[in-house]
Nanobody, 126 residues
Framework: QLQAYGGGLVQAGESLRLSCAASTHTRTFSSYAMGWFRQAPGKEREFVAAMNWNGGSTLYADSVKGRFTISRDNAKNTVYLQMNSLKPEDTALYFC???????????????????WGQGTQVTVSS
């Protein structure tokens, strides 16, 4: 089970940090690649960022590159998304997701992720 939290209402230019905790054995979490996705009303779910099992590899959507940072703490079974310089267009429901890392290229399609948490709302006002 994945539980995302940390969303909220902020003004443009401010920061938020999302967290996603996995209620699973640490060894299991450490075998997952983790991702963040978001979905705005009326739009498809879109990729935001991903990180491999040990944090050695990351992937970002162009729209968030340089502003968002994904990280993980395997000892805490948690993945984070630090979001800086937030823009109104970042407003969405944010989801964390996971799949068993096969030591291949990180996935950016939501169809490649087997496990999903519930969303946490991020609203950025202008």
């Amino acid at each position: 089970q994945l539980q995302a939290y940390g969303g909220g209402l902020v003004q443009a230019g401010e920061s938020l940090r999302l967290s996603c905790a996995a209620s699973t054995h640490t060894r299991t979490f450490s075998s997952y690649a983790m991702g963040w996705f978001r979905q705005a009303p009326g739009k498809e779910r879109e990729f935001v960022a991903a990180m491999n099992w040990n944090g050695g590899s990351t992937l970002y959507a162009d729209s968030v590159k340089g502003r968002f940072t994904i990280s993980r703490d395997n000892a805490k079974n948690t993945v984070y998304l630090q979001m800086n310089s937030l823009k109104p267009e970042d407003t969405a429901l944010y989801f964390c997701a996971a799949y068993n890392d096969e030591r291949k290229q990180l996935r950016f399609s939501p169809y490649g992720y087997a496990y999903w948490g519930q969303g946490t709302q991020v609203t950025v006002s202008s």
